[in-house]
């Protein structure tokens, strides 16, 4: 290696008769060579007059040398920045397998610039010009464009969102495998145990084996196959690229095309190189024919992108596909896997685009969702569909907009076929959209056919392709299904199986006759799954939906099955619930519950059968254990408001709900009857739900009041103590007893932590003891349970509350209600510690005792014993009255030990 102090001009010096012969691109030696005023206007003049390149080159290099060390150092650091183009291919030979120099005689000059030892200078900084100025504009041009592409790409979906919820699209990851062969898209028929539904829709989601972002792609220097199917975001991974290599502020020069293949097709067939690249592309402002040999002498510096390619009949794409335009540019295809067929031989990285992992459905709907995301993430079928990008954006278009505007499941499938149809129809205008979907009905429905009967014989393999049409293609994989070893064969799939639900049962609505049928296969072990079905043809049914079906089916045919259909679904399906209520069981198989029927409604949009659905459930909605996503809240909600004249009963026993999906619920509880146990049910939803729910709001609702039961969970009552203290005004708490049983120790200590919040508290028994009705006990006199909890916590009190301790008793007893009564309520706490032996606290209990005038006792129930000792207790005699006597010697004998601390005994 040379050092540092080796002479710049003895190095050019040794090389300069392999220079004459090598060096390229002299007009970016000399306007470096210029621009570092090493050469004057002169000199560039002098060098552009000789005849050919040989002499030139001499002529750089001699001025160069003569003009000493620094042009000489100079002129070394302009070759060793632009060597990529000044100095040419690379030879590779002169080295032997350990990398050491052989004889050979060839000198390379990129070895030799490699050797040169620069100084550790500032002029590492400084651009170089890498090729001529036309050349560099152009790259800059087409670098604008490229930005001006994705950034317009990004934007075109935005109008499908809300005014006031346009969020700023943008990449998110793709997961891309380039391990896979074309054999990826093949299935094996999985003989394993059956998957349950929630298990088989995860399985769309692609998982993410090792990252590869649009920047790698970039950077590697193979032709790529970007392969994958409608819709999952192989256009986007383009405009991606186009966007890094936008930003990219690399000084090398190169350049980037996109076409996309689509709009361009039919004007390629007969196309030069330049009228692709220029015309159809961009044009350079200067200097055309030097930039299009530029490239064609650099051609390693070029990219191109056929996105959307089918074929090659193009001659310009196939010889620039099979390098015989451009040997050395990097050429990108994306294409779907029906196509790529074409390509099997090329030589170029195969990456396949997968769609969207778990983790980047998240990114993608919080971007697009923020708050709302939860809306579609409790969901699992909308989750999973979420998987093929074209569908996220649908499923985020549908979600963003806030209330009132309710937005069905089906509706967002609607939107989703819309889209894609739209999409296939070469962008077709929203306007001429209904046109198109006319023009195709007869392929539509036969996809429909086929995914009914696919529906039917339980599979997601469609056995025959109903046609060849681009439109219906699009809503379908290619599947290669391996019988085994030797035998395979191609078939398709809908990109996610509620696709194939949805497809099925518009196949339904067109068949109405076979509806009934699906009805009853629905309750039948076997057939289950056919359910699925039903909130589809709902929702189709919906005289709300926007108007897909009524290019496909009649609007009269419509009416005339819904006229009978809901009725008949309400009928079937109730009946089969009262059935379940009878067997009591809790699996009856069907699946078919409550929830259902609501979502089944909701989908509808439908009010008088959900009137029809309530009347059939005597206005008694059971949903007890049950877990609602948002989705769900909004069916329920849906249902009850619908019931205007009749408030309904609404069981919400033990039923999860998230803090979105309560934010319906509250919405329909004007229509419900407000009585017990519903308050509770919705306080201990609230307390044990997971994130922030509005307490205000229900304390609200009920009075001030906050409910709890006597058991439960720790973190129900602390959660409870925070609410309360939270909160500026004092709460009313109303317990609940369901059995005859002592409070739980995480009720007494929120008691006693949050007494100071709690303006009033009262009792309610939900069990009917003997003697007992169901009560509902206010103020007055104290139950045994209410009296027991008051003694539990006056002995906690006087335990661990110290110097406060006086006053937390005295609160207690006014928030039990027990001033009048009070001399008896101090006896049973002074026995109270004594059969808890806690004789440590009675010192405490004289500075009460001191507070009571006048003694109570019955000694037909206490003993007299007790009397003794509390007056004993206090340091003046006080007065007793005797209420009935006992007739036992040992109690009379008791008392009278009584009388020298009374003063007066009545
Ligand atoms: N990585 C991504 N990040 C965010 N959105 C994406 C992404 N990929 C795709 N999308 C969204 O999905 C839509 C469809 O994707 P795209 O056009 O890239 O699909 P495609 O694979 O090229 O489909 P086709 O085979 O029909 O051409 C895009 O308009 C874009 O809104």
Same mark, same amino acid.
């Given at each position: 290696?040379?050092?540092?102090?080796?002479?710049?001009?003895?190095?050019?010096?040794?090389?300069?008769?392999?220079?004459?012969?090598?060096?390229?691109?002299?007009?970016?030696?000399?306007?470096?060579?210029?621009?570092?005023?090493?050469?004057?206007?002169?000199? !560039?003049?002098?060098?552009?007059?000789?005849?050919?390149?040989?002499?030139?080159?001499?002529?750089?290099?001699?001025?160069?040398?003569?003009?000493?060390?620094?042009?000489?150092?100079?002129?070394?650091?302009?070759?060793?920045?632009?060597?990529?183009?000044?100095?040419?291919?690379?030879?590779?030979?002169?080295?032997?397998?350990?990398?050491?120099?052989?004889?050979?005689?060839?000198?390379?000059?990129?070895?030799?610039?490699?050797?040169?030892?620069?100084?550790?200078?500032?002029?590492?900084?400084?651009?170089?010009?890498?090729?001529? %100025?036309?050349?560099?504009?152009?790259?800059?041009?087409?670098?604008?464009?490229?930005?001006?592409?994705?950034? @317009?790409?990004?934007?075109?979906?935005?109008?499908?969102?809300?005014?006031?919820?346009?969020?700023? &699209?943008?990449?998110?990851?793709?997961?891309?495998?380039?391990?896979?062969?074309?054999?990826?898209?093949?299935?094996?028929?999985?003989?394993?145990?059956?998957?349950?539904?929630?298990?088989?829709?995860?399985?769309?989601?692609?998982?993410?084996?090792? @990252?590869?972002?649009?920047?790698?792609?970039?950077?590697?220097?193979?032709?790529?196959?970007? !392969?994958?199917?409608?819709?999952?975001?192989?256009?986007?991974?383009?405009?991606?690229?186009?966007?890094?290599?936008?930003?990219?502020?690399?000084?090398?020069?190169?350049?980037?095309?996109?076409?996309?293949?689509?709009?361009?097709?039919?004007?390629?067939?007969?196309?030069?190189?330049?009228?692709?690249?220029?015309?159809?592309?961009?044009?350079?402002?200067?200097?055309?024919?030097?930039?299009?040999?530029?490239?064609?002498?650099?051609?390693?510096?070029?990219?191109?992108?056929?996105?959307?390619?089918?074929? *090659?009949?193009? =001659?310009?794409?196939?010889?620039?596909?099979?390098?015989?335009?451009?040997?050395?540019?990097?050429?990108?295809?994306?294409?779907?896997?029906?196509?790529?067929?074409?390509?099997?031989?090329?030589?170029?990285?195969?990456?396949?685009?997968?769609?969207?992992? +778990?983790?980047?459905?998240?990114?993608?709907?919080?971007?697009?969702?923020?708050?709302?995301?939860?809306?579609?993430?409790?969901?699992?079928?909308?989750?999973?569909? $979420? /998987?093929?990008?074209?569908?996220?954006?649908?499923?985020?278009?549908?979600?963003?907009?806030?209330?009132?505007?309710?937005?069905?499941?089906?509706?967002?499938?609607?939107?989703?076929?819309?889209?894609?149809?739209?999409?296939?129809?070469?962008?077709?205008?929203?306007?001429?959209?209904?046109?198109?979907?006319?023009?195709?009905?007869?392929?539509?429905?036969?996809?429909?056919?086929?995914?009914?009967?696919?529906?039917?014989?339980?599979?997601?393999?469609?056995?025959?392709?109903?046609?060849?049409?681009?439109?219906?293609?699009?809503?379908?994989?290619?599947?290669?299904?391996?019988?085994?070893?030797?035998?395979? /064969?191609?078939?398709?799939?809908?990109?996610?199986?509620?696709?194939?639900?949805?497809?099925?049962?518009?196949?339904?609505?067109?068949?109405?006759?076979?509806?009934?049928?699906?009805?009853?296969? $629905?309750?039948?072990?076997?057939?289950?799954?056919?359910?699925?079905?039903?909130?589809?043809?709902?929702? *189709?049914?919906?005289?709300?939906?926007?108007?897909?079906?009524?290019?496909?089916?009649?609007?009269?045919?419509?009416?005339?099955?819904?006229?009978?259909?809901?009725?008949?679904?309400?009928?079937?399906?109730?009946?089969?619930?009262?059935?379940?209520?009878?067997?009591?069981?809790?699996?009856?198989?069907?699946? !078919?519950?409550?929830?259902?029927?609501?979502?089944?409604?909701?989908?509808?949009?439908?009010?008088?059968?959900?009137?029809?659905?309530?009347?059939?459930?005597? /206005?008694?909605?059971?949903?007890?254990?049950?877990?609602?996503?948002?989705?769900?809240?909004?069916?329920?909600?849906?249902?009850?408001?619908?019931?205007?004249?009749?408030?309904?009963?609404?069981?919400?026993?033990?039923?999860?709900?998230?803090?979105?999906?309560?934010?319906?619920?509250?919405?329909?509880?004007?229509?419900?009857?407000?009585?017990?146990?519903?308050?509770?049910?919705?306080?201990?939803?609230?307390?044990?739900?997971?994130?922030?729910?509005?307490?205000?709001?229900?304390?609200?609702?009920?009075?001030?009041?906050?409910?709890?039961?006597?058991?439960?969970?720790?973190?129900?009552?602390?959660?409870?103590?925070?609410?309360?203290?939270?909160?500026?005004?004092?709460?009313?708490?109303?317990?609940?007893?369901?059995?005859?049983?002592?409070?739980?120790?995480?009720?007494?200590?929120?008691? &006693?932590?949050?007494?100071?919040?709690?303006?009033? &508290?009262?009792? %309610?028994?939900?069990?009917?003891?003997?003697?007992?009705?169901?009560?509902?006990?206010?103020?007055?006199?104290?139950?045994?349970?209410?009296?027991?909890?008051?003694?539990?916590?006056?002995?906690?009190?006087?335990?661990?509350?110290? @110097?406060?301790?006086?006053? !937390?008793?005295?609160?207690?007893?006014? *928030?039990?209600?027990?001033?009048?009564?009070?001399?008896?309520?101090?006896?049973?706490?002074?026995?109270?510690?004594?059969? +808890?032996?806690?004789?440590?606290?009675?010192?405490?209990?004289?500075?009460?005792?001191?507070?009571?005038?006048?003694?109570?006792?019955?000694?037909?129930? %206490?003993?007299?014993?007790?009397?003794?000792?509390?007056?004993? *207790?206090?340091?003046?005699?006080?007065?007793?009255?005797?209420? =009935?006597?006992?007739?036992?010697?040992?109690?009379?004998?008791?008392?009278?030990?009584?009388?020298?601390?009374?003063?007066?005994? %009545?």
């Amino acid at each position: 290696m040379a050092c540092s102090s080796q002479s710049a001009l003895d190095y050019v010096r040794q090389a300069r008769v392999h220079l004459v012969r090598e060096l390229k691109h002299l007009s970016v030696i000399v306007e470096n060579l210029y621009q570092r005023n090493v050469f004057s206007d002169e000199e !560039v003049i002098i060098i552009q007059e000789e005849i050919n390149d040989y002499d030139k080159t001499r002529k750089i290099l001699d001025l160069v040398m003569r003009k000493g060390e620094a042009a000489c150092y100079e002129f070394l650091r302009i070759i060793n920045m632009t060597r990529k183009r000044t100095l040419g291919t690379p030879f590779l030979f002169p080295y032997n397998k350990s990398g050491a120099w052989t004889e050979t005689k060839t000198f390379d000059l990129h070895h030799w610039i490699s050797c040169y030892s620069f100084k550790e200078d500032t002029q590492m900084d400084i651009n170089y010009l890498q090729g001529s %100025r036309p050349c560099h504009r152009y790259q800059a041009k087409l670098k604008s464009k490229a930005g001006r592409m994705s950034n @317009e790409f990004w934007k075109a979906n935005k109008y499908l969102f809300d005014d006031s919820h346009k969020p700023d &699209l943008s990449y998110t990851p793709l997961v891309l495998d380039t391990e896979g062969s074309v054999s990826t898209f093949k299935i094996k028929k999985s003989k394993s145990k059956k998957m349950s539904r929630p298990q088989k829709l995860r399985m769309y989601l692609p998982e993410e084996k090792s @990252e590869i972002s649009p920047g790698d792609l970039l950077k590697t220097d193979k032709n790529i196959v970007l !392969v994958g199917k409608a819709g999952i975001g192989k256009t986007a991974l383009t405009q991606e690229m186009l966007k890094v290599w936008a930003e990219s502020d690399s000084e090398e020069l190169d350049y980037m095309f996109y076409f996309d293949m689509r709009e361009t097709t039919s004007d390629f067939m007969s196309m030069s190189l330049e009228d692709l690249l220029f015309s159809v592309f961009s044009e350079p402002d200067e200097g055309k024919e030097e930039v299009l040999a530029d490239m064609k002498k650099n051609s390693e510096s070029v990219t191109i992108i056929f996105d959307g390619i089918t074929d *090659l009949s193009s =001659s310009v794409v196939r010889r620039l596909v099979e390098k015989d335009l451009l040997p050395d540019a990097k050429i990108i295809i994306t294409c779907r896997p029906d196509d790529e067929e074409d390509f099997f031989s090329w030589d170029s990285l195969r990456v396949e685009v997968k769609g969207f992992s +778990e983790q980047s459905i998240e990114t993608y709907l919080s971007a697009t969702l923020g708050e709302q995301k939860s809306k579609v993430w409790s969901n699992l079928e909308l989750l999973t569909l $979420c /998987y093929v990008p074209m569908y996220a954006v649908m499923v985020a278009a549908c979600f963003s907009t806030e209330d009132p505007q309710p937005c069905t499941i089906t509706e967002v499938y609607i939107s989703i076929v819309r889209f894609c149809l739209q999409t296939n129809s070469n962008k077709t205008k929203t306007r001429h959209l209904e046109s198109y979907i006319n023009s195709k009905g007869m392929e539509i429905l036969s996809l429909a056919e086929v995914a009914f009967q696919a529906t039917e014989g339980k599979t997601a393999n469609l056995t025959e392709l109903p046609c060849k049409d681009s439109s219906v293609l699009s809503f379908l994989k290619p599947l290669v299904i391996q019988r085994n070893f030797t035998e395979r /064969y191609a078939t398709h799939a809908f990109l996610h199986y509620t696709m194939q639900e949805f497809f099925a049962a518009l196949w339904l609505l067109k068949n109405p006759d076979k509806a009934k049928d699906v009805l009853q296969q $629905c309750l039948t072990e076997g057939m289950k799954h056919m359910r699925h079905l039903i909130p589809f043809m709902c929702g *189709l049914l919906s005289e709300k939906s926007p108007s897909l079906m009524k290019c496909l089916i009649p609007a009269e045919e419509l009416k005339n099955t819904s006229n009978w259909f809901f009725k008949e679904m309400i009928t079937t399906f109730s009946h089969c619930l009262c059935e379940q209520d009878e067997a009591d069981t809790e699996d009856s198989g069907s699946d !078919v519950d409550i929830l259902f029927l609501c979502r089944c409604l909701y989908e509808s949009q439908c009010p008088d059968a959900c009137i029809y659905l309530l009347d059939k459930l005597d /206005y008694c909605l059971d949903l007890a254990g049950e877990s609602l996503d948002p989705y769900s809240c909004y069916a329920v909600a849906y249902v009850v408001t619908q019931s205007k004249e009749k408030k309904i009963q609404l069981n919400l026993e033990d039923v999860m709900v998230s803090e979105h999906g309560m934010r319906r619920l509250f919405g329909c509880l004007k229509n419900v009857q407000w009585c017990d146990p519903l308050p509770r049910q919705l306080w201990k939803i609230f307390l044990l739900g997971e994130g922030p729910m509005d307490h205000i709001s229900l304390l609200a609702l009920d009075g001030n009041q906050l409910h709890l039961p006597v058991e439960g969970k720790r973190q129900l009552f602390e959660r409870a103590v925070k609410v309360m203290q939270k909160i500026s005004t004092k709460v009313n708490v109303c317990l609940y007893w369901n059995r005859p049983t002592p409070v739980c120790q995480s009720l007494c200590e929120l008691l &006693l932590e949050a007494w100071p919040h709690i303006n009033s &508290l009262s009792f %309610r028994k939900t069990y009917r003891g003997p003697g007992l009705q169901d009560q509902d006990q206010h103020h007055g006199s104290l139950g045994r349970e209410e009296k027991g909890l008051l003694l539990d916590l006056c002995l906690k009190a006087a335990l661990h509350k110290g @110097e406060s301790f006086l006053g !937390v008793v005295n609160a207690l007893f006014s *928030l039990f209600s027990v001033e009048n009564d009070n001399s008896n309520i101090y006896l049973d706490f002074y026995q109270r510690v004594e059969s +808890e032996r806690c004789s440590s606290v009675i010192p405490k209990l004289r500075a009460l005792f001191q507070s009571v005038p006048v003694w109570f006792i019955d000694l037909s129930e %206490r003993k007299a014993s007790i009397l003794l000792e509390v007056l004993k *207790l206090q340091s003046e005699k006080k007065q007793v009255v005797l209420t =009935s006597w006992s007739h036992e010697d040992s109690e009379v004998r008791s008392f009278l030990q009584c009388l020298p601390y009374i003063s007066q005994l %009545r």
